[in-house]
């Protein structure tokens, strides 16, 4: 499936590397999300792009940035990561209308490990 | 209380046995709600939307109860292939794209 596509599909860093986490999406939408699921947690929402504006920030560290440069990309800037922030990092997205039932995408998620 | 609530399991059940799942949610304006099976290592894949009349799609069952905030998830004829974990989604409010998952409902399908 391709709907959803993210790389690298695993990756290991050091914490004083700065990386980056990119998501593509082919499925037209215009709603873009990253979420982090940690071992034995739920999924946690960080940002929600729509329509290239950013609407969600929910609290998480400046370490991590995000881009979205058009309704079909975005990116998870990583600098100064911590060991805990080892997981794995889903991107998805969803028709950026004000109805209610917009349907989450998900791609395959990218592997972290902070060393 | 957590937003969303389920039950993590283990629910271990034979091949063609019913099972079903709750998930509470806290806020009452939440507008709407998904089920989704997560394979082990795997991303997240909507099963299906949970409607207010309630809804099937061949042997899974969605219902939403408002009054007393919940849905429901209902397999029947358990397939080992159904074997997975149901994560709970609602949607906070019409307009936002902010969603809360559950921590999910491990389902194992013995044979």
């Known amino acids: 499936e391709t709907g959803v596509t993210q790389t690298p599909r695993h990756l290991v860093m050091g914490m004083t590397n700065k990386k980056s986490l990119k998501c593509e999406q082919h499925l037209g939408h215009n709603a873009m999300y990253w979420y982090k699921q940690s071992a034995k947690k739920p999924l946690e929402l960080m940002f929600v792009?729509?329509?290239?504006?950013?609407?969600e920030n929910n609290s998480v560290p400046s370490r991590f940035s995000p881009e979205c440069p058009n309704s079909s990309h975005l990116f998870l800037h990583l600098h100064t990561l911590q060991p805990e922030d080892s997981a794995l990092y889903l991107c998805a997205s969803s028709h950026g209308t004000s109805d209610s039932y917009n349907e989450q995408f998900f791609g395959p998620g990218t592997r972290l490990t902070v060393l | 209380r957590k937003e969303v609530e389920q039950d993590p399991g283990p629910f271990n059940v034979p091949e063609g046995a019913t099972v079903a799942f709750n998930c509470t949610y806290s806020n009452s304006a939440s507008q709407s709600f998904f089920w989704y099976r997560q394979d082990c290592r795997k991303e997240p894949k909507l099963l299906m939307s949970v409607y207010s009349s309630g809804n099937e799609d061949g042997r899974f069952t969605a219902q939403l109860n408002r009054a007393s905030q919940y849905i429901s998830l209902l397999i029947r004829d358990s397939k080992l292939s159904d074997s997975a974990t149901y994560l709970c989604v609602v949607n906070m409010g019409s307009g936002t794209y902010k969603y809360i998952f559950g921590t999910g409902t491990r389902l194992k399908v013995l044979a």
């Open positions: 792009y729509n329509f290239k504006e950013q609407t």
